[in-house]
């Protein structure tokens, strides 16, 4: 699988082991930034890292902060990206199964290097349910195209 990956100076440890974690897994991984601990905004970053999913140069994207609230949203501005924010299992398993998403953010000041991995496994082997989501999923498309005046 090819992953994009981003994050701010707060998620760049977390960032630094993960894609250490997905190449030695076999995954393809296009690290957009940051790429130290020196303070950075996250929101280009996050936006970059979605693109990517969105214009399919990339299967998943992965956004980290602190606490990965605000790179979620940055990352679900872009069109048609689908972030959600998995800090636990969870969430990570129904993100997918439900939700379709298609970003993971996380906290790389909430969650630990074993959890982070597990998480990420959950992420990348749920597959998407179908059925009654793909509706909503449709909604939810709706929706952006009212709001740039489609």
Do not use: W
């Amino acid at each position: 699988m090819k992953i994009a990956i981003a994050s701010d100076h707060a998620g760049f440890a977390l960032k630094s082991l993960l894609i250490q974690h997905l190449k030695e897994d076999g995954h393809e991984v296009l690290d957009l930034g940051t790429h130290s601990m020196e303070s950075v905004d996250y929101p280009p970053f996050c936006a970059a890292a979605a693109r990517a999913v969105v214009r399919g140069e990339v299967d998943r994207g992965i956004v980290l902060g602190g606490s990965g609230q605000g790179e979620q949203i940055a990352a679900n501005k872009v069109h048609g990206a689908r972030a959600a924010l998995c800090n636990d299992l969870y969430t990570a398993r129904l993100g997918r199964l439900h939700n379709d998403a298609n970003v993971l953010a996380m906290g790389g000041r909430i969650v630990a290097p074993e959890l982070a991995y597990e998480i990420l496994a959950v992420f990348l082997d749920t597959p998407f349910e179908g059925g009654r989501h793909v509706r909503r999923l449709h909604q939810i498309s709706d929706i952006e195209q009212e709001e740039c005046g489609r």
